[in-house]
């Protein structure tokens, strides 16, 4: 039996106490629900794996209440610092070198001497943090392989009966996972676009450079961050991309002007707007997937600003299973 909490001050007490007592509690974030875990605890940590269904142990993200918080479990440098005054609470995930005094499972970072982490921008998931009193790991709230989950339906759907509760939000404001830069070296590289534009971090530290890309990645099979995994977002039909023509044996995902033609649509924004397409992303590809046509068709997104973040997605849900 999973409970479905409210978030109000009892629901909030509840879901602290069940995250020390070692249960598994998802909860939102302005990016997507994730799945928390005490991250001191080893066994808690390797529940979120079972219950995913996770076929490796990938490096989850810590979760703070604050900035001083986080950097008692990782070495800031500079622009770390900088990055957390401009963007923290926010959609922003920092890797950094873990302190030797840090009382995080080696199992949460997949016993790399880096750590990621973050301070989500939801009021929620704040005072839930700060009642935990202690780092919480979360992935986003699905199964393995599926489409993270934006609202406590979606993780419902995919985890009853699999965890202890979902403390309900609403839905996540922003829709995609946020962006993960890798701060240890001396130049900032990007692991993962997401609900923070490069346009916005190049504005505090100035370009960013690109990690290495999915197809080099699967390629080289050399994962330096393993959210990059091919195929990652992957909704059960196949996914076709800049589709600028639709049969009526396919369902649209339209961004702007639909094309005429589909057996079914979600509009991602009517207008054009990449903040709410981002937004209702994976609630689009759920109500696709769910239509029983024969695959999804998606229509082209520009690649710029959360269009990045948007593309990457979609280009997993595209990628050849494997
Ligand atoms: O928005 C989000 O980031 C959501 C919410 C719940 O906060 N969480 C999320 O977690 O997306 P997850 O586990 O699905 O993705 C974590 C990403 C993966 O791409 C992982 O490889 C990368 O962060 N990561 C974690 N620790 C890392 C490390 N030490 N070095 C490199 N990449 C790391
Ligand atoms: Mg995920």
Same mark, same amino acid.
């Not at 001083?68 to 963007?87: G, H, K, T, W």
């Not at 070198?97 to 973050?118: C, I, K, N, W, Y």
């Not at 990007?190 to 450079?209: D, M, Q, Y």
């Given at each position: 039996?999973?409970?479905?909490?409210? /978030?109000?001050?009892?629901?909030?007490?509840?879901?602290?106490?069940?995250?020390?007592?070692?249960?598994?509690? !998802?909860?939102?974030?302005?990016?997507?629900?994730? &799945?928390?875990?005490?991250?001191?605890?080893?066994?808690?940590?390797?529940?979120?794996?079972?219950?995913?269904?996770?076929?490796?142990?990938?490096?989850?993200?810590?979760?703070?209440?604050?900035?001083? !918080?986080?950097?008692?479990?990782?070495?800031?440098?500079?622009?770390?610092?900088?990055?957390?005054?401009?963007?923290?609470?926010?959609?922003?995930?920092?890797?950094?070198?873990?302190?030797?005094? @840090?009382?995080?499972?080696?199992?949460?970072?997949?016993?790399?001497?880096?750590?990621?982490?973050?301070?989500?921008?939801?009021?929620?998931?704040?005072?839930?943090?700060?009642?935990?009193?202690?780092?919480? !790991?979360?992935? @986003?709230?699905?199964?393995?392989?599926?489409? @993270?989950?934006?609202?406590?339906?979606?993780?419902?759907?995919?985890?009853? *009966?699999?965890?202890?509760?979902?403390?309900?939000?609403?839905?996540?404001?922003?829709?995609?996972?946020?962006?993960?830069?890798?701060?240890?070296?001396?130049?900032?590289?990007?692991?993962?676009?997401?609900?923070?534009?490069?346009?916005?971090?190049?504005?505090?530290?100035?370009?960013?450079?690109? *990690?290495?890309?999915?197809?080099?990645?699967?390629?080289?099979?050399?994962?330096?961050?393993?959210?990059?995994?091919?195929?990652?977002?992957?909704?059960?039909?196949?996914?076709?991309?800049?589709?600028?023509?639709?049969?009526?044996?396919?369902?649209?995902?339209?961004?702007?002007?639909?094309?005429? *033609?589909?057996?079914?649509?979600?509009?991602?924004?009517?207008?054009?707007? &990449?903040?709410?397409?981002?937004?209702?992303?994976?609630?689009?590809?759920? /109500?696709?997937?769910?239509?029983?046509?024969?695959?999804?068709?998606?229509?082209?997104?520009?690649?710029?600003?959360?269009?990045?973040?948007?593309?990457?997605?979609?280009?997993?849900?595209?990628?050849?299973?494997?």
């Amino acid at each position: 039996m999973t409970l479905r909490l409210q /978030a109000d001050a009892a629901g909030i007490a509840r879901a602290a106490a069940l995250l020390r007592a070692g249960e598994l509690v !998802a909860f939102g974030t302005e990016t997507v629900y994730g &799945l928390g875990a005490d991250a001191t605890n080893d066994r808690a940590v390797a529940a979120i794996f079972a219950a995913k269904g996770r076929p490796h142990f990938n490096p989850l993200i810590c979760h703070y209440p604050e900035a001083e !918080a986080a950097f008692a479990d990782v070495v800031p440098n500079d622009a770390a610092r900088a990055l957390a005054a401009a963007f923290w609470p926010g959609p922003l995930t920092l890797v950094l070198p873990r302190r030797v005094t @840090s009382s995080v499972a080696l199992l949460a970072g997949a016993g790399l001497d880096s750590l990621a982490v973050r301070i989500p921008a939801d009021d929620t998931a704040l005072d839930l943090l700060r009642q935990t009193a202690r780092p919480v !790991a979360a992935p @986003s709230a699905n199964r393995s392989g599926q489409v @993270s989950p934006t609202t406590a339906e979606h993780v419902l759907a995919g985890l009853a *009966g699999r965890i202890a509760a979902v403390l309900d939000s609403g839905p996540c404001p922003v829709g995609v996972e946020s962006t993960v830069l890798d701060v240890t070296g001396p130049r900032p590289v990007l692991l993962r676009p997401g609900g923070l534009t490069c346009e916005a971090l190049a504005a505090v530290i100035g370009p960013i450079v690109r *990690g290495i890309s999915p197809a080099q990645a699967e390629a080289s099979r050399t994962l330096r961050s393993p959210g990059l995994l091919v195929s990652h977002y992957a909704p059960a039909l196949p996914v076709r991309l800049n589709a600028t023509e639709v049969a009526a044996s396919e369902a649209l995902l339209a961004f702007g002007a639909p094309l005429e *033609g589909a057996g079914a649509l979600f509009q991602l924004s009517a207008s054009g707007d &990449l903040a709410e397409a981002a937004a209702n992303l994976f609630a689009g590809l759920r /109500a696709l997937d769910a239509s029983g046509l024969a695959a999804i068709a998606v229509m082209p997104i520009p690649d710029i600003g959360l269009g990045l973040a948007i593309n990457d997605r979609l280009q997993r849900a595209a990628a050849p299973r494997v």
